[in-house]
């Protein structure tokens, strides 16, 4: 089957939409939420690409990123998804006596059929880019992305969510991740 080419253009903000494998709700710990956060921000040091909003929900993540160049945002992705990948599944291993880490990593299991190294597949391979081509497009992600929890109930204000970029524009608080603010 044939690779599609990607095109990203420079300077351009691209939305970023990746999902769980199997969809599997492995962001309802907090401790596999603060593992992706660092990941991100670690990420974002060592590359410099500039982190304009995020969310992260129960099986998915949305970011809105700008890299330069703007063909590194599939590099960027794989890194995120592998190093996150990677500690996920060692922390769900060594915790295996507890049943919700022995489940989610059953549910990561590749079947035998698959014929690759890896045991286990925390994202599924894709994501789901959109170009970002003008400030009300990017004001739109960015409240979409606020607003996802609430439109889910997993609260009532998007205050209420910590694991998004609400927080650092809204209330100034940047404990968790800082943003790059876009003029």
């Given at each position: 089957?044939?690779?599609?080419?990607?095109?990203?253009?420079?300077?351009?903000?691209?939305?970023?939409?990746?999902?769980?494998?199997?969809?599997r709700k492995l962001f309802d710990?907090?401790?596999?939420?603060?593992?992706?956060?660092?990941?991100?921000?670690?990420?974002?040091?060592?590359?410099?690409?500039?982190?304009?909003?995020?969310?992260?929900?129960?099986?998915?993540?949305?970011?809105?990123?700008?890299?330069?160049?703007?063909?590194?945002?599939?590099?960027?992705?794989?890194?995120?998804?592998?190093?996150?990948?990677?500690?996920?599944?060692?922390?769900?291993?060594?915790?295996?006596?507890?049943g919700w880490c022995r489940t989610?990593?059953?549910?990561?299991?590749?079947?035998?059929?698959?014929?690759?190294?890896?045991?286990?597949?925390?994202?599924?391979?894709?994501?789901?880019p959109y170009g970002v081509y003008?400030?009300?497009?990017?004001?739109?992600?960015?409240?979409?992305?606020?607003?996802?929890?609430?439109?889910?109930?997993?609260?009532?204000?998007?205050?209420?969510?910590?694991?998004?970029?609400?927080?650092?524009?809204?209330?100034?608080?940047?404990?968790?991740?800082?943003?790059?603010?876009?003029?």
């Amino acid at each position: 089957m044939p690779v599609s080419r990607r095109y990203f253009a420079p300077g351009q903000a691209q939305f970023i939409t990746s999902s769980v494998y199997r969809r599997r709700k492995l962001f309802d710990s907090s401790r596999l939420r603060g593992v992706f956060a660092e990941v991100l921000r670690q990420l974002r040091e060592e590359t410099g690409f500039l982190l304009i909003g995020w969310v992260l929900m129960p099986e998915h993540f949305h970011l809105l990123i700008k890299p330069e160049p703007a063909e590194s945002t599939t590099t960027l992705l794989q890194e995120l998804k592998k190093r996150s990948a990677q500690q996920i599944i060692s922390i769900l291993s060594e915790n295996q006596q507890h049943g919700w880490c022995r489940t989610m990593l059953a549910g990561f299991r590749l079947p035998p059929t698959v014929h690759s190294d890896p045991q286990y597949r925390v994202w599924n391979r894709r994501f789901y880019p959109y170009g970002v081509y003008s400030d009300n497009k990017r004001l739109e992600k960015l409240d979409y992305m606020h607003n996802n929890p609430v439109r889910r109930a997993l609260v009532q204000l998007p205050e209420q969510w910590p694991w998004s970029s609400y927080r650092y524009y809204y209330l100034n608080d940047s404990s968790l991740l800082s943003m790059d603010r876009l003029v």
